[in-house]
């Protein structure tokens, strides 16, 4: 044994070496990747942090920038209007992904079951998804047009409503309409994460069960939800940082409104910083919104690491 | 073993270097050999500014070898911003639109080039009001940092045919009781309502509300002087009384272009605009835009029967910082030439000399005009012409308003509260013009 073994020495370096020869290629092609990155995120993070820190207001001019510490961080969250913008991102977050998951789940679950033209619905079902998000806003802006909008126009016929409903400039009103309209868009993106977990689950998973007596819903509980926890995780993950730093959705909608009743901090982020111009505060947002966001997100890690 | 590692990598690393070789190679190969390439920033979006800046830019491109036009065009609100990244990038553009308001800040910042020695003789073209550093927008210690290529007025257009159906005389708003009288009974929900605020767009509603503040003897909508407070609050309780119950609830989540089809479809009557309307609507609704449905009205003026026109330059600036500014005066002296500006299709001719006659044989829309130029040619006559006051910083300050003017339409605050709430915040921040 121990003879025949011994020439497999030299085999075993090799495929180590070569191996390693691998990884280098690997680590070298990455690089042209890493330095794009470097240029076009890197770059403008660290300068957005930086800037955080000063004064910096295209109106007092474009380079001249004083130091002030911790000045626009203090001044936004000692800012009145600073909870309810944050209140609003969380509203927001909250009730976009409780409403998509829901969706998503649902839809994942019917178009996993066999039925005639499976495929088509799956593929009609991503269309909202491919749609451009500005258009897909647009679309909807003009749905719910308060004037002109086809909802108010078929409510209106149909003798539901007497007069037109405020879709997009009552302040309550106008959370269900991005609600709805962000649904539209990115439960796509929910259905077919959701509907690829569903096929990793084995069947005999659940013919087992039904043997041992376990009906629908014992079968949902102890055996799809478990499977589907490390997709969902990755899903809850990933739309929380989406979601909290989603802009075009909003702005074309409301831009924020009716008066400010929709204004997330990512929205206030780019109202303070391209419209007023005040780069500096605009960047303690950004910053505060980044280690929020990263505060969550290792927090959420943790908690999944630990119940795995 | 380093002949079989260096065997694996040497492709990849190789296509990588070419690869890179050839994108860094490219450029200067290219620019090097070519004409000088003048980068203009446009914010003429509509259709017709588009086709006319494409024609001249064509035509420019075609007649010389060594200039090039690259055009970008992007949307009022985000020029300062594109301006200021284009600096900050050491890549300052060579010559950008501007109004009143970004003149303004732009020459607050030293960020211009006077124009004037690189016009030469041909800005003697300009009309003589437009060079009056007393109500210029463009002189800055007598010095020309702007050169307009068109001359904007201020003014009211009334739907002719839903007034004179609701037994309203359209002339008859030329005073503040006229436009009250006239809000009144063209309201008739909910298809038809009096006038509007877009109050999902900051910049429009301010541009709106213009019209009362300085038709009720203030300088616009950011003069909180103290000793014009009593009349900021009557305006204010004018809008609330008068304005506020001729809108349609939807307007709190209006923008422009929702004014503009309710114009066109006649759900509004009052349109507080400006000269640039016809060459907006034309194109795609000449069917309002025509002498039965639309007439054009000077602004009632508090103890001026005549009204006023509220005038304004929009134009070309070239920066301080451009690497061309020769190339870049070419382009300028080429664009604002007798034959390009007959051919805009919006407002008025900055030059001297020109009859309503010459615009017609060459404009864009032909005889449809004629009506529309006469229309501003006889205002600009008996109306009291005056100075749209730019300020700084506009966005903010448009901003402030807005939201005070929503929350009073709301009835969230009394006019006293708006007129607090604007004034404390907007007096810290205003640049120019200093109260």
């Known amino acids: ?308 | 073993m380093r002949g079989t590692w260096l065997r694996s990598i040497w492709r990849p690393v190789l296509t990588v270097i070419v690869t890179l070789g050839l994108a860094v190679g490219a450029v200067p190969l290219t620019s090097a050999q070519g004409p000088v390439e003048v980068l203009y920033l446009s914010t003429g979006t509509t259709t017709s500014e588009h086709a006319w800046n494409v024609k001249w830019i064509n035509e420019f491109n075609r007649s010389r070898s060594d200039i090039r036009i690259k055009m970008e065009e992007i949307p009022w609100t985000d020029l300062l911003t594109k301006v200021a990244a284009y600096h900050a990038a050491g890549i300052p553009p060579d010559i950008a639109w501007y109004a009143s308001s970004q003149i303004l800040e732009w020459q607050t910042l030293g960020l211009l080039e006077p124009v004037d020695e690189w016009l030469g003789e041909t800005k003697k073209e300009f009309m003589p009001s437009i060079l009056d550093p007393k109500v210029s927008d463009v002189i800055f210690d007598g010095k020309m940092m702007g050169v307009p290529f068109t001359y904007v007025g201020r003014n009211l257009a009334v739907r002719a045919d839903v007034l004179r159906a609701a037994g309203i005389n359209p002339v008859t708003l030329t005073t503040w009781d006229g436009v009250a009288k006239a809000l009144k009974a063209s309201t008739k929900p909910p298809t038809r309502y009096g006038t509007y605020f877009p109050f999902a767009d900051a910049l429009r509603t301010a541009g709106a509300a213009e019209m009362y503040f300085r038709g009720f003897g203030l300088d616009g909508i950011f003069d909180v002087r103290p000793a014009k407070k009593a009349d900021y609050i009557k305006t204010l309780q004018f809008i609330k009384t008068e304005v506020f119950p001729s809108m349609p609830p939807a307007v709190v989540s209006w923008r422009y272009v929702d004014v503009l089809q309710a114009y066109v479809s006649g759900l509004i009557t009052v349109h507080p605009t400006g000269s640039y309307l016809f060459g907006e609507l034309q194109p795609s609704n000449p069917e309002v835009m025509n002498i039965e449905k639309t007439k054009n009205l000077p602004w009632p003026m508090v103890g001026n029967s005549k009204g006023i026109l509220p005038m304004y330059t929009v134009g070309y600036v070239m920066f301080k910082a451009s690497r061309k500014k020769k190339e870049a005066a070419e382009v300028l002296k080429f664009f604002t030439r007798k034959q390009s500006l007959l051919e805009w299709p919006m407002n008025m001719v900055p030059k001297t000399g020109v009859t309503v006659a010459d615009r017609i044989q060459v404009n864009m829309f032909g005889e449809s005009m004629r009506w529309y130029l006469r229309d501003w040619e006889q205002m600009m006559r008996t109306a009291t012409l005056t100075r749209r006051i730019p300020y700084t910083p506009s966005g903010e300050v448009n901003s402030i308003f807005r939201d005070a003017l929503l929350k009073m339409y709301q009835g969230r605050v009394t006019p006293e509260q708006a007129y607090d709430e604007i004034s404390s915040a907007v007096r810290p921040l205003l640049k120019y013009p200093k109260y």
């Open chain 1, 1 to 308: 044994m121990l003879a025949k073994a011994r020439p497999a020495a030299p085999a075993v370096g090799r495929v180590r070496s070569r191996r390693q020869q691998d990884d280098l290629v690997g680590r070298l092609l990455l690089l042209p990747a890493l330095g794009v990155l470097a240029v076009v995120v890197g770059y403008p993070f660290l300068r957005g942090i930086q800037w955080s820190f000063t004064d910096f207001y295209l109106l007092k001019g474009l380079t001249d920038w004083n130091f002030i510490g911790l000045g626009n961080y203090v001044k936004f969250f000692q800012d009145p209007k600073t909870p309810p913008f944050l209140l609003n991102s969380f509203k927001w977050v909250a009730a976009s992904l409780a409403l998509q998951f829901t969706l998503g789940l649902t839809l994942a679950l019917l178009l996993n079951r066999p039925m005639r033209f499976r495929a088509v619905y799956r593929a009609l079902v991503l269309i909202p998804w491919v749609t451009p998000t500005v258009v897909g806003a647009l679309i909807w802006r003009w749905i719910l047009h308060e004037q002109w909008g086809v909802v108010n126009l078929w409510l209106m016929r149909l003798g539901v409503v007497g007069e037109p409903i405020q879709w997009l400039s009552d302040s309550t009103l106008v959370w269900i309409s991005l609600l709805v309209m962000a649904a539209w868009r990115f439960v796509p993106f929910w259905y077919v994460n959701i509907l690829a977990g569903l096929q990793t689950i084995p069947r005999e998973m659940y013919d087992a069960a039904a043997i041992d007596g376990a009906g629908r819903i014992g079968s949902f509980w102890h055996i799809t939800l478990p499977f589907l926890r490390p997709v969902l995780g990755v899903l809850f993950l990933l739309e929380t940082v989406w979601r909290a730093n989603e802009f075009s959705t909003i702005w074309v909608m409301t831009e924020g409104g009716p008066a400010g009743a929709t204004t997330t901090l990512a929205i206030l982020t780019y109202q303070t910083g391209f419209l007023f111009h005040r780069i500096g505060y605009a960047a303690s947002m950004g910053v505060s919104l980044t280690i929020m966001l990263s505060f969550f997100a290792w927090y959420y890690l943790r908690r999944v690491r630990m119940e795995a």
